[in-house]
């Protein structure tokens, strides 16, 4: 979606200084939370994070986790949130605006159990959520007791998005978007993996967005090496006869849009590349189809199954939960699983991303199509609007 398309409510989020979800969805992120306290036994729930990972503080707090964080929830009591380093104490004030914010130095984890024991939390009382290491764990359990990790409650809770989440992720969507425009109007023979980067962030960071991934993958088309996208850019260039395809996801303040891709660069494709494009296309038509609250991973893997009758496989996973995480269910295909099936239905308010990652049997050539889209009633829909086709540069 191009951002000029954006309501006038999304567009106002977008001005916003630093933006803020509403007082009646972060009480009814509390609440929910507390339910799930309640059900778990725990009197208390300490929330951590560590190098940019751990959701649940930010989605509690608005405070995006920097080097390291805590935020201690109680019901009936203020959250106290801990930061690592005092400079970033006077941001996290102004955005974890209802927080006691406090500094996590010389240790926060220590700081951290000084709270828990002057407040008697301990013994079995105290839940755990996010991604602790294990010197960390071994320093709370020998304070507090045996901890209730809350880890899986908390991923039910973020599966199911409010109306004010699908705003935030349609920002994202947009802006990710805008990378694709980008890609469309510049990529040129000579450009390396280092400067695609440059330009498809040069896209969405001067309107607010921020990088969450974006993956590229380049290759011969007449003697294809490369089938995947890749995590880190090299300075590879690329030359005519080139495909070139992306995975993106710029994000609004942790909500990511997520956006695949396919280009083919100063020439046509090649039989092959074309083969495979029309099957994730057919692969993308028959899954969207199908998709819709109710439906389960058995029935959206078998709607994939024109990848295998055309001789092909897959690498990446071909749909996969999105929006505050990487949620399930993460689905493969019958040539590639992604596991056993999860035993549960897709829902109507659940964000996932279709993308069939089409690739050969002989894993040396692939193509990239996909959209994050809100599981509805009656079907899916798309929350990306770059033209799904197989761009020639």
């Known amino acids: 979606m191009p951002l000029s398309d954006l309501t006038s409510a999304q567009k106002a989020l977008l001005a916003q200084d630093i933006p803020a979800f509403s ?79 406090r500094s996590g130095v010389p240790s926060l984890i220590d700081n951290v159990i000084e709270e828990i024991s002057a407040r008697k939390l301990g013994e079995g009382r105290l839940g755990i959520l996010g991604p602790v290491g294990l010197a960390v764990g071994q320093k709370l359990e020998a304070a507090c007791g045996q901890l209730a990790n809350l880890g899986k409650a908390y991923v039910d809770l973020r599966l199911i998005k409010s109306a004010e989440e699908i705003d935030w992720l349609t920002i994202g969507a947009a802006l990710s978007d805008e990378a694709i425009v980008a890609m469309r109007a510049e990529l040129k023979p000579g450009m390396s993996e280092r400067e695609l980067a440059d330009l498809v962030e040069h896209a969405y960071v001067p309107h607010g967005g921020t990088t969450h991934i974006h993956y590229f993958g380049i290759s011969s088309m007449e003697s294809p090496a490369q089938y995947v996208p890749q995590q880190f850019t090299t300075n590879r260039q690329m030359n005519a006869g080139d495909v070139v395809f992306c995975e993106i996801s710029a994000a609004f303040w942790g909500y990511a849009g997520q956006v695949l891709r396919t280009f083919a660069i100063a020439a046509e494709p090649t039989p092959l590349y074309q083969e495979l494009y029309a099957t994730a296309e057919e692969a993308y038509q028959e899954i969207t189809s199908v998709l819709r ?9 078998e709607a994939s199954g024109i990848i295998e009758r055309n001789g092909f496989t897959t690498c990446d996973d071909l ?16 040539s590639r699983p992604a596991g056993p099936l999860p035993e549960m239905n897709f829902k109507a308010g659940m964000t996932v991303v279709v993308q069939p990652n089409v690739i050969s049997p002989e894993h040396n050539a692939g193509v990239q199509l996909g959209d994050l889209m809100l599981i509805e009633q009656n079907g899916v829909k798309p929350l990306h609007q770059a033209p799904r086709e197989f761009f020639q540069i």
């Open 23 to 101: 007082e009646a969805e972060m009480m009814r992120r509390r609440k929910a939370l507390e339910v799930v306290m309640q059900e778990a036994g725990v009197d208390a729930l300490l929330l951590y994070g560590a190098n940019r990972a751990g959701s649940a503080i930010q989605w509690i707090t608005g405070w995006p986790v920097t080097a390291e964080g805590a935020c201690l929830v109680v019901p009936g009591k203020q959250d106290v949130l801990w930061v690592e380093y005092f400079n970033h104490i006077p941001l996290a004030t102004r955005i974890a605006a209802q927080a006691d914010v």
């Open 293 to 301: 609250d109710g439906v389960s991973p058995a029935q959206v893997v």
């Open 319 to 334: 749909v996969h939960g999105y929006g505050g995480g990487y949620f399930p269910p993460i689905l493969g295909t019958s």
